[in-house]
């Protein structure tokens, strides 16, 4: 049973455009929602994140929007650079639990055309 | 500078053939894990530590081991590799979600395994 669900699986977007992708969760005691970029070769590195309490978070160019009664949460990525051409994941956890596992979605791969 | 290490970092075996993948960290991090990622499934979690002697299953448990003898060594071990086993494995590590209240994964450079 997948804890995170994201859309889209791929998502081509030219340079300046808007990148959206999209999570939905269905766990009502996750309470820290985490987005992971992973570049060619690489291991994820943490990216932006958000908690509950607020409905937006930006930093620079990404911003995540998260609606707490709709279970959903997304990132946003403005003037998109071909830089950005990255795999991306969304996760979630429940801070509360000792377990402390994020759980992730199963990616979507961006490519940003110049 | 603080990381996470995998070794090897590419690995060509035969079936049937132990090995073990090598995971250390330099952050005095209690949380440990493995994942795989496979085209179109994403990460999956393997296996988990949450201090040294705590290890309990993710969601794709089957075929490996782990051990945590020490706090920053966290090594994977495949007893009887099979060709569903190929894949790029990740290892990663955090402080406990009470200690940091951010829960931010660091995660090693991927190991590639083929199977053959």
């Known amino acids: 049973q997948q804890q995170v669900k994201q859309s889209p699986q791929s998502l081509i977007v030219q340079k300046g455009g808007i990148s959206i992708i999209n999570c939905a969760y269905e766990?009502?005691?996750?309470?820290?929602f985490p987005w992971y970029q992973q570049f060619p070769g690489k291991g994820p590195a943490l990216l932006i994140a958000?908690?509950?309490?607020?409905s937006e978070k930006k930093e620079g160019r990404f911003t995540i929007s998260f609606n707490k009664s709709a279970k959903q949460f997304s990132l946003h990525i403005m003037d998109s650079q071909p830089g950005d051409s990255a795999t991306y994941f969304c996760?979630?956890?429940?801070?509360?639990?000792?377990?402390?596992?994020?759980?992730f979605g199963r990616g979507t791969q961006l490519t940003v055309w110049p | 500078e603080a990381q996470v290490t995998q070794n090897p970092r590419y690995l060509i075996t035969v079936t049937g053939k132990k090995l073990t993948v090598t995971c250390s960290q330099n952050?005095?991090?209690?949380?440990m894990s493995w994942y795989r990622q496979d085209p179109g499934l994403g990460l999956r979690q393997i296996y988990y530590s949450m201090n040294v002697e705590v290890t309990d299953k993710g969601d794709v448990p089957e075929g490996y081991k782990v051990s945590r003898k020490e706090k920053r060594n966290f090594p994977l071990i495949l007893e009887s590799p099979s060709p569903n086993q190929t894949s790029l494995y990740f290892c990663?590590?955090?402080?406990?979600?009470?200690?940091?209240?951010?829960?931010?994964?660091?995660f090693g450079p991927g190991t590639r395994l083929t199977v053959l």
């Open positions: 958000i908690r509950p309490d607020v």
């Open positions: 766990n009502t005691a996750f309470d820290y």
């Open positions: 996760a979630a956890t429940d801070r509360g639990s000792t377990l402390g596992r994020l759980y």
């Open positions: 952050m005095n991090h209690e949380y």
């Open positions: 990663a590590s955090s402080l406990s979600i009470a200690a940091s209240g951010r829960h931010e994964q660091f």
